[in-house]
């Protein structure tokens, strides 16, 4: 960084790796090597942003390029942004340093509303002017994407432009005309009408949007001739991108601390209150051979001991039997656990069951959504009670104790009656569970409040006020106290300022910047939410939350998002609401006829399924034989330099990784929960160096050399 390098200052803040870098895996150019730098921020604390996937795969896909160089930052926590402002130290990136002022586009990844303020914190402290109007020529372009990105006028004003939609194809594209603007010297505002010609970038700047008196959108009107309407971006065949097979290792443990490996994306389920369902269609699954040679790389490289097939509905993946099972072959062999973290009722079979709990019982986690039969009708998730019974009773008896299931409150046409549902059927598993299990056994009850989302179906449904769902949390905690069921549950302030953005409109910019200006951050932690900065923000600005969130909205309004297009029909989508109403049922596109929704046109965009069954669909069974020769190992090692700021924990982690990626054959222990065998001396104090280090590893077998191991480590 400029003259001061803040890790001289990391022994005065917490979690200090958080900021060393140097992670295995991460990439670090020469910028004087490139044509351009990108920045690829979160706007949440490390831990959090590593463990999402789609900033890997950007990360990976970027820097693949000869021409580009693309580095991490994301929200320092508190006590590091105080020493930042105090040292007058601009906030740079973990590979370099560099401030965020130098590099020629800083992209944003928007999971989640109540991260906004974080956005203003990273750009303010890299040096970047907050609002888009204020910068120069010479500033780096500010782009948001992600889910949040599909309604981004309530942060319009501070970004240059959003990508809507897929990013692995598109963010090639934005280099490119961002490269050859350099080159010619164009101005900020004739780059940014070259980036509008991108299919899925929205530039805000181009539309002015009118109100009416009431509050309400009268117009939003374009200002560059045939640029009317932006058009979802989105990978036809997500078989074909390049494979993303070396992800950034983090050195602390991530949220999701676990390989993760995306097996499809989309869905075609029809859940009425889900986003992602619908903003993310068609339905595109990855074939079996290359989710497996995914995984069978990405492991190589990482050296995790668990891996994650993510997607919307894991259970839903054609094949996802066969793929378990060829999985299992190999994963049970490397002591790797697989886990599927999305699975809808009804779509876990006893066979998969048997397969994933070989290594570990990795957690698991049910989503009814609704505790009563027609109220799950009305959402679109049919889920049949008994089905979920029965899953609990396999679930349990294959050896699992403990089992989460997620609810929602507020849903259109709820009812007290289906409310009091959530308690009784999670009794009925809880019952069911320690039936098959024979001994004691948790059931976590996990609410969440109701937040209508755009381009859902229930985007003009109103939203419960804060009273209403504080008095069903209230009744729902007591009777799981009573019912000795565990219970978490979201916050109902938190829940309404989410509303607030979800469907806001371009007037909140000046909301989020006076909040930020009370201080506001980390607005989705529920211990770092300062409801007195919103409220501050709120009445300063002259701006009601109930107007955004309770009203109900006619069916002719004009929503802040109309001038995106996300695939899916107005029309479709109101119709659906009208269903909802009527608790009608409409059935999955897959196995019934085409529900016309609007996606797809049966020739270029369409679903893609995999039938062809893995080459591994039957598991194999270990052979036993005699047991292996054990030899316990001393190693020592220096632990120096930045690698000084790893906990013991950390350091252990990080030992027990290298082992793996250089396929060394490390004792396990038995059990369910195999770990390696190995132990450690005194652990030293974070931030503290030594020389002279021990460590005792048990191998066993043949095949390897103390100094073919010992070569390996240090490499």
Not at 319 to 347: D, F, H, Y
Not at 493 to 514: A, I, N, P, Q, T
């Amino acid at each position: 960084m400029d003259t001061v390098n803040i890790k001289d200052y990391l022994p005065l803040v917490s979690r200090t790796s958080r900021y060393i870098g140097h992670e295995i895996n991460s990439i670090r150019k020469d910028p004087s090597s490139v044509k351009l730098s990108f920045a690829l921020g979160f706007p949440d604390v490390y831990e959090v942003g590593m463990s999402h996937l789609g900033l890997q795969i950007l990360y990976q896909t970027l820097n693949a390029r000869t021409d580009v160089s693309c580095e991490r930052v994301f929200s320092p926590w508190k006590d590091m942004e105080a020493l930042l402002r105090e040292k007058g130290v601009p906030l740079g990136t973990l590979e370099s340093g560099r401030p965020l002022k130098d590099f020629d586009i800083v992209g944003f990844s928007l999971q989640y509303e109540l991260s906004f303020t974080n956005v203003l914190q990273i750009l303010e402290l890299g040096g970047i002017p907050l609002y888009a109007k204020d910068r120069a020529d010479n500033a780096p372009i500010v782009i948001g994407g992600g889910p949040s990105a599909f309604n981004p006028e309530p942060v319009a004003d501070f970004f240059d432009c959003f990508l809507i939609g897929d990013g692995e194809e598109a963010v090639n594209d934005i280099c490119d005309v961002v490269i050859e603007a350099k080159e010619k010297g164009l101005s900020r505002t004739n780059l940014l009408e070259n980036l509008s010609k991108i299919e899925g970038l929205y530039v805000p700047s181009f539309f002015d949007v009118e109100y009416n008196r009431d509050g309400t959108i009268k117009n939003i009107k374009p200002l560059k001739e045939g640029y009317t309407k932006v058009k979802k971006r989105f990978v036809l065949n997500i078989d074909a991108l390049p494979l993303p097979v070396k992800p950034v290792v983090p050195f602390m443990q991530a949220v999701h601390d676990r390989l993760t490996v995306e097996i499809s994306r989309g869905c075609v389920r029809g859940c009425r209150f889900c986003q992602a369902g619908m903003t993310y269609r068609p339905l595109r699954e990855r074939s079996p051979e290359r989710v497996m040679e995914l995984v069978r790389e990405g492991l190589k490289n990482t050296g995790y001991e668990e891996a994650s097939l993510l997607s919307l509905s894991a259970g839903d993946y054609t094949n996802i039997e066969g793929l378990v099972c060829g999985l299992m072959n190999e994963l049970r062999r490397q002591k790797v656990a697989l886990s599927l973290p999305s699975l809808r009722v009804g779509t876990l079979s006893r066979e998969m069951a048997e397969e994933i709990k070989k290594v570990r019982k990795t957690s698991f986690t049910l989503a009814p959504e609704a505790g009563s039969e027609r109220l799950r009708e009305a959402i679109n998730k049919r889920i049949d009670e008994k089905s979920l019974i029965l899953c609990a009773e396999e679930v349990f008896g294959l050896g699992w104790r403990a089992m989460k299931l997620y609810f929602m409150i507020g849903l259109p046409s709820e009812t007290d009656s289906d409310v009091a549902e959530i308690i009784r059927l999670s009794k009925e598993v809880k019952a069911a569970g320690k039936k098959a299990a024979k001994r004691a056994i948790d059931v976590s009850v996990s609410v969440s409040n109701f937040v209508p989302k755009p381009f859902t179906p229930f985007q003009w449904h109103g939203q419960a006020s804060i009273e209403e769902s504080a008095t069903k949390l209230k009744s729902l905690r007591n009777s799981a106290r009573d019912a000795r069921l565990l219970f978490k549950w979201h916050e109902p302030r938190m829940s309404e300022l989410e509303g607030v953005f979800s469907r806001g409109d371009r007037r909140l910019s000046k909301v989020v910047f006076k909040a930020f200006q009370r201080g506001a951050r980390f607005d989705g932690w529920s211990e770092e939410f300062s409801e007195d900065a919103w409220q501050k923000a709120f009445f300063e600005t002259g701006l009601s939350p109930e107007f955004y969130t309770a009203r109900l909205r006619p069916k002719q309004e004009v929503f802040p998002w109309d001038h995106i297009d996300c695939g899916v029909t107005k029309e479709y989508l109101y119709e659906e609401y009208e269903k909802s109403l009527a608790c009608l049922y409409t059935p999955d596109c897959r196995i019934e006829k085409c529900t016309d929704c609007g996606v797809c046109d049966h020739k270029k965009i369409k679903n893609i399924i995999f039938k062809k069954k893995p080459l591994l669909e039957k598991v194999t069974p270990l052979v036993t034989i005699e047991p292996l020769p054990v030899q316990r190992v001393r190693f020592s090692f220096e632990k120096r330099g930045d690698m000084k700021y790893l906990s013991h924990l950390e350091l252990v982690k990080v030992i027990a990784r290298a082992f793996r990626r250089i396929g060394a054959p490390i004792r396990y222990s038995s059990g369910f929960h195999p770990s390696p065998k190995m132990s450690f001396a005194s652990p030293l104090p974070v931030g503290v160096e030594s020389l002279d280090e021990y460590m005792d590893v048990e191998f066993e077998g043949h095949g390897y050399t103390i100094e073919g191991l010992i070569s390996g480590m240090n490499r």
